[in-house]
């Protein structure tokens, strides 16, 4: 969609064309999906492909009863509790951190059921490698981290801003990480029982690669977040601390760049009222741990009226409308493919948009909650009941067509 990290207007994507139309477009991307790439782009020279593993495992037992069969035999015999093992894809951002805790968990029954059988090459080279099981924990525990970061960004109520703190805290984690070559306990353990078996120069080998995986990771992210420090100046919208003038000044500068009239006069005074609410709201717990959006509901509700808010609402209209990843749109997209079926191809736009609008707006709502609302509502209630919504679209823009025509002549 972007074209890469430079967003190149001369290449052949989505962005490059719709600002051809010569409209002030922002591109926000997906930072989830820059998270997962992070991953891929760090491990891919790691002498073992953890992600393949996965997933020749998993189809190596996926349709084969027998096999998993007797792999709960051998669960039996090395004291472990049989889970079914889990594949990873990497469209799917949150799936590569329980692939590997579940291979984790069924390590020392696989590697003695696989050593008994004829398994693809792939997966008996790799538990016939002594470092595998290291790489294993290894990665488990940076995937920790990443698993925990995306979570977080997919929120669906999340701000820009925040998502962009989310993936400067990836950025420290990694830095200090590398900077003092962490490797957790338990790989620690492992590579010295490895180094006392005489694997000396397979550890050593190992500990670079370490290293290396820090490295990529970091200037991969670092690249990645570039286009997303202009949303840098709203950083004071949080509301986490109190804000100031020369905070909100270089915000205030950018939208009138996007064309949006502010009066930088009345914004100066407003924004004095602002931090005397931060100021009243400074040791309540639970305005701290609200969203953005949320705390900035309650400003408003706060406000006498609207000249002491104007041009701050005028700011946060501008910043809430900035989409903070695409993981609202993918959720879209999966409830319109259980929709819209090779059984239900015929579903017109108008009610596709319907039926995705309920099940959206209404997916957390309980059945009982959802009739108790109907039942107060008469008059959706009598719209439900009538014959109206059996007319179909092309029938009701020919009745307004023939409307506007009478009221013509």
């Known amino acids: 969609m972007f074209g890469g990290f430079k967003r190149n207007e001369e290449g052949n994507n989505v962005f490059a064309n719709l600002k051809m139309l010569e409209k002030s477009l922002i591109g926000v991307g997906c930072p989830a999906h820059i998270l997962n790439n992070c991953v891929h782009h760090g491990a891919e020279r790691m002498d073992i492909d953890i992600e393949n593993i996965i997933n020749k495992i998993y189809q190596h037992f996926h349709i084969y009863t027998v096999r998993s069969e007797k792999l709960k035999e051998y669960c039996g015999f090395a004291e472990v509790e049989y889970r079914k093992l889990l594949s990873h894809s990497k469209s799917r951002w949150l799936s590569l951190f329980p692939g590997i805790t579940r291979l984790i968990e069924m390590f020392p029954a696989l590697k003695s059921f696989l050593s008994q059988e004829q398994p693809p090459t792939v997966i008996k080279k790799f538990f016939e490698n002594e470092m595998s099981e290291i790489y294993l924990w290894h990665m488990h525990s940076l995937m920790a981290v990443f698993h925990t970061h995306v979570q977080t960004i997919e929120k669906e109520s999340n701000s820009v801003v925040e998502v962009l703190t989310n993936l400067e805290s990836v950025c420290k984690v990694l830095a200090q990480r590398k900077n003092q070559h962490f490797m957790s306990l338990k790989v620690k353990g492992l590579i010295t029982q490895k180094r006392t078996e005489g694997k000396e120069e397979e550890c050593n080998r190992f500990c670079v690669e370490v290293v290396n995986l820090y490295n990529r990771c970091s200037e991969y992210l670092a690249k990645w977040m570039k286009p997303l420090e202009e949303f840098s100046c709203f950083k004071w919208m949080v509301l986490s601390e109190m804000p100031s003038w020369t905070d909100v000044e270089p915000c205030v500068v950018y939208l009138i760049d996007k064309g949006i009239e ?135 823009t020919h009745a307004v067509v023939e409307e506007e025509l009478e009221d013509t002549n």
């Open 262 to 396: 502010l009066d930088d006069v009345k914004c100066f005074d407003q924004v004095c009222n602002l931090r005397q609410f931060v100021e009243r709201n400074k040791n309540d717990e639970d305005f701290s741990k609200l969203p953005a959006h949320k705390k900035w509901t309650r400003y408003f509700e706060a406000s006498k009226n609207i000249e002491c808010h104007s041009e701050l609402l005028r700011i946060a209209q501008f910043f809430f409308a900035v989409t903070s990843h695409n993981a609202n749109v993918e959720r879209v997209f999966s409830l319109m493919q259980s929709q819209r079926t090779k059984e239900r191809n015929k579903l017109s736009v108008d009610t596709m948009k319907g039926i995705l609008t309920v099940q959206y707006n209404y997916r957390e709502t309980s059945c009982i909650d959802f009739l108790n609302f109907l039942k107060s509502n008469k008059e959706l209630l009598k719209n439900i009941r009538s014959t109206e919504k059996y007319v179909s679209a092309h029938q009701a």
